[in-house]
């Protein structure tokens, strides 16, 4: 990891730091409000509402569940601005594969952490290997070899491959017992390839959430943010256009997302090619809209707050392992949960993701931005 000093919102896409802080935001808390909420409410509609802040066990879809995938597809956006800049630089493609094997291997070693709750030595055979940002920077790695070696009509190539491949893997195969195509916890080929290969626990011990063959989808989610930036940074298109386009991209992967999921059920545990396509739809239709308004009207100040939080994102995801954000928020604003009654532990909560935000905003000012 590395401290970057340099901020210039001025040559930046604005869009992009918006809408990953925008997602970034209901996962430093915001998230556990609308729950804490509904459990006090208790009416239809906080029930309903607070369902959607809630995975699926298995199939299924909540908005919950658009959070990592949309993180992806964000990175992958970034990736063509990057890398194009460093060629531009004069580093070789070898040069900057190098530094796209050392970024994804980063993020792997940060997710161990993350998963360990710190850095705490233990039996080799206790850790859990498989994680949230291993997928991120594993996904990584792939998309952006692709966007290195292969022209723009190659990566949509790969785009459907990878997505078609894993269908075919998972169709025509499953876990000894088991009839082929069967896409039970237990009875999938995944599940049981982790079982067999992937060293360490798993989140559910016959299964793992963030197992090693889904990030062959996964690097199809990163991917399609990488078509994106490419598409955005380089056609020679009015913005406008672009934002139409974006958007009858958005609605179609949607809708073969939806027609996909009748035999290769939308799953998140199993990163399916429906849920993939179903996620990097919504995934396109989100930055369409935060891409029209902040970049194409010009109407960005608004977006300051969430702007804060996706220059910053790796740092917000990590950090509660070393700060204790609540604790802090427990010191200094406790005074106003009590005065909140009978909702003390949402407006806590609240009050909580408010502290983090203030560590980011110092971060901010001071041109300090972490990256990997």
């Not at 890398?83 to 070898?94: E, F, V």
């Not at 992967?253 to 996620?279: A, E, M, Q, V």
Request: glycine share 10%; net charge positive; proline share 4%.
């Amino acid at each position: 990891m590395s401290i970057d000093n340099s901020r210039s919102d001025k040559t930046r896409v604005r869009s992009i730091d918006a809408l990953r802080g925008f997602d970034m935001f209901w996962i430093m808390g915001i998230g556990s409000v609308v729950v804490q909420v509904a459990a006090i409410e208790g009416t239809p509609f906080w029930t309903g509402l607070s369902a959607q802040f809630e995975h699926p066990y298995w199939n299924g879809f909540t908005l919950w569940d658009m959070i990592f995938p949309l993180f992806m597809f964000l990175s992958g956006i970034s990736s063509p601005f990057s890398i194009d800049n460093q060629l531009k630089n004069g580093r070789s493609r070898k040069q900057i594969l190098w530094k796209v094997i050392r970024r994804g291997l980063i993020l792997i070693l940060l997710g161990i952490i993350y998963n360990t709750k710190g850095i705490e030595l233990r039996p080799l055979s206790d850790y859990r290997y498989a994680s949230v940002l291993g997928k991120i920077g594993a996904s990584y790695i792939f998309a952006n070899i692709i966007y290195l070696y292969a022209r723009p009509k190659a990566q949509a190539v790969w785009y459907w491959v990878l997505l078609i491949g894993y269908w075919l893997l998972l169709k025509f195969t499953s876990a000894p017992g088991y009839p082929p195509g069967n896409l039970t916890e237990a009875g999938n080929f995944a599940s049981y390839f982790d079982r067999i290969i992937l060293p360490g626990r798993l989140s559910r011990d016959i299964h793992d959430t963030v197992g090693l063959l889904c990030t062959i989808t996964g690097v199809s989610t990163t991917l399609l943010g990488v078509i994106t930036g490419n598409f955005l940074k380089k056609y020679p298109m009015s913005p406008i256009k672009k934002v139409f386009w974006f958007s009858i991209g958005g609605l179609g992967l949607i809708l073969l997302g939806l027609l996909w999921g009748l035999d290769f059920p939308i799953n998140k545990n199993l990163w399916s090619s429906s849920f993939t396509l179903l996620t990097g739809g919504i995934s396109l239709l989100l930055f369409a809209l935060f891409y029209y308004i902040i970049d194409v009207r010009g109407y960005y100040k608004w977006s300051f707050f969430f702007r804060v939080i996706g220059m910053n994102s790796i740092f917000i995801y990590i950090s509660p392992i070393f700060i204790n954000y609540f604790y802090i928020a427990k010191a200094s604003l406790r005074w106003i949960g009590q005065l909140s009654g009978t909702y003390e532990v949402p407006v806590m909560g609240i009050c909580t993701v408010f502290v983090s935000w203030l560590v980011l905003y110092f971060m901010y000012k001071k041109n300090i931005f972490i990256k990997v």
